[in-house]
């Protein structure tokens, strides 16, 4: 069994398509999944036709597949990968720095960097 931060880290990188389901396509271009890749969660995928031949492909880099690959529970997973994201996400009261104050309630004025780095001078003189 992975750890959850295994599984994590497999489903990021699937989802970025820096790492793929192992597997085959057949001669019609059908891509299906090898005996290791194979999960019960597949049974319910549509079998790969001409006209969809990555159903399985799509399949095996979701969630549900990932937990089912490393014997966790989807929920687990799912939770486990919230958390995380939680984490990396910017505080809510975090200023966007990237952006200028609009409006007359931000209550400050637009300067150029020139023009501050003359006040910030000037205060260091005084």
């Not at 890749?37 to 549509?46: A, I, M, P, T």
């Not at 036709?49 to 799912?78: D, G």
């Not at 150029?112 to 780095?117: E, I, K």
Request: glycine share 6%; proline share 6%.
């Amino acid at each position: 069994m992975a750890s959850i931060e295994q599984a994590i880290g497999q489903y990021e990188r699937r989802q970025a398509r820096l790492e793929h389901p192992d597997g085959k396509t057949d001669g019609g271009g059908r891509w299906y999944p090898s005996e290791a890749e194979r999960q019960d969660c597949c049974n319910v995928v549509r079998t790969p036709s001409r006209a969809w031949p990555w159903s399985y492909m799509i399949h095996c880099r979701t969630l549900k597949h990932v937990a089912a690959l490393n014997q966790l529970s989807e929920r687990e997973l799912r939770s486990a990968l919230a958390l995380r994201q939680s984490w990396r996400r910017p505080a809510k009261t975090a200023p966007d720095l990237g952006q200028e104050p609009t409006g007359e309630s931000s209550g400050m004025r637009s300067i150029s960097l020139a023009q501050a780095a003359r006040q910030f001078d000037r205060h260091l003189a005084s």
